[in-house]
């Protein structure tokens, strides 16, 4: 079965220190992962997402993450966080066999404080 | 370029009315289209999934339903809306296959059930 855990409902961080949203996923074969981006109101934006090719990966505005298959985990991170930067942030898995459908975490709330 | 459009923004609805919620995607072919619910402070759950004209598969039991009558149009529907029914709806394609393919999500209708 193919889930994901995103480890903190809410992170607070200083603009300008360094961001990190924690996930962990459990899939049965090789994952596709997502990270999203939701301002309030507002749909879905993609961040970035990795499907099997470099395990660090590069998405907009300064994201990061890295997929670590050992810890199944895909934490997002950012070396500096800026105003703009609150919002939800969804962490998302699906696999080959799941073909369509996605299953997203809970997600994680950002505030950044001036 | 493609692009998805869901309509309306906001709308506030008295139990026990109907309910239609549309979605149309323009600049592709036979794409794969999803309806979403997201509760305050929860994840994105999926409610309906379509991979062509008619097909449409539910994930969840519920008081709603989902029509595919043109390729690029998805509507969601419910008969007699319950309080619970509340929540934002966001609408999302993507490209036909298998799990790589991204979703691209709408700007979401936020629906108030009183």
């Known amino acids: 079965a193919q889930s994901v855990t995103q480890l903190d409902s809410h992170v607070s961080v200083s603009e300008g220190t360094p961001v990190l949203l924690r996930c962990n996923y459990s899939s049965s074969y090789s994952p596709s992962l997502f990270w999203y981006v939701q301002h309030p109101n507002k749909g879905l934006q993609l961040l970035l997402k990795?499907?099997?090719?470099?395990?660090l990966v590069k998405g907009i505005n300064g994201f990061e993450a890295e997929f670590k298959k050992s810890e199944t985990s895909f934490h997002l991170t950012k070396p500096s966080a800026h105003m703009s930067d609150a919002a939800e942030y969804f962490c998302v898995v699906s696999d080959q066999w799941t073909g369509n459908q996605f299953y997203f975490g809970t997600g994680t709330s950002l505030t950044v404080i001036p | 370029s493609q692009t998805i459009h869901q309509w309306p923004a906001t709308l506030v609805q008295p139990v026990g009315s109907p309910l239609s919620l549309e979605c149309t995607v323009e600049g592709t072919s036979n794409p794969n289209l999803y309806w979403y619910r997201q509760a305050a402070g929860r994840g994105l759950q999926l409610l309906f999934y379509?991979?062509?004209?008619?097909?449409i598969s539910s994930e969840v039991p519920q008081n709603l339903s989902a029509s595919r009558p043109q390729d690029r149009q998805f509507i969601l529907s419910s008969k007699k809306l319950l309080l619970s029914d509340s929540g934002f709806y966001l609408c999302?394609?993507?490209?036909?296959?298998?799990?790589?393919?991204?979703?691209?999500f709408g700007a979401g209708t936020r629906l108030s059930v009183l």
């Open positions: 379509s991979v062509g004209i008619g097909q």
């Open positions: 999302a394609w993507s490209s036909p296959g298998g799990a790589k393919n991204i979703q691209y």
């Open positions: 990795y499907t099997s090719a470099a395990t």
